[in-house]
Nanobody
Framework: QMQLVESGGGSVEAGGSLTLSCAVSAYTTTMGWFRQAPGKEREGVATIETRRDVIYYSASVKGRFSISRDNAEKTLYLQMNSLNPDDTGMYYC????????????????????WGQGTLVTVSP
């Protein structure tokens, strides 16, 4: 059974950094980080197609966030820098056995497996 367990969320001031982790039982073909702010739809922020190591970021986080993985530890990471209050939300790790790259990889409905989420709060 596929398991994804996020950790690393917390509270930080604007301009600060956080690193999220997602422990996985196995890497799926495409893995991604998503976030959801209160009252808003879930949005993709960073994805990696694990067979070809193709990475894609949303425009809102490109240049500030970095997705990576540790194969030995079976852990997916999201390094978040220069955080601002708009980055506040619940962050989820997700996976699918379907190969997805580009904008389509940022679509939540493309993913089948989801973690429980970890909360990130950025204060002004």
């Amino acid at each position: 059974q596929m398991q994804l367990v996020e950790s690393g969320g917390g509270s930080v001031e604007a301009g600060g950094s956080l690193t999220l982790s997602c422990a996985v039982s196995a890497y799926t073909t495409t893995m991604g980080w998503f976030r959801q702010a209160p009252g808003k739809e879930r949005e993709g922020v960073a994805t990696i197609e694990t067979r070809r190591d193709v990475i894609y970021y949303s425009a809102s986080v490109k240049g500030r966030f970095s997705i990576s993985r540790d194969n030995a530890e079976k852990t997916l990471y999201l390094q978040m820098n220069s955080l601002n209050p708009d980055d506040t939300g619940m962050y989820y790790c997700a996976g699918t056995w379907t190969s997805r790259i580009g904008e389509r990889a940022l679509v939540a409905k493309e993913y089948y497996y989801w973690g429980q989420g970890t909360l990130v709060t950025v204060s002004p």
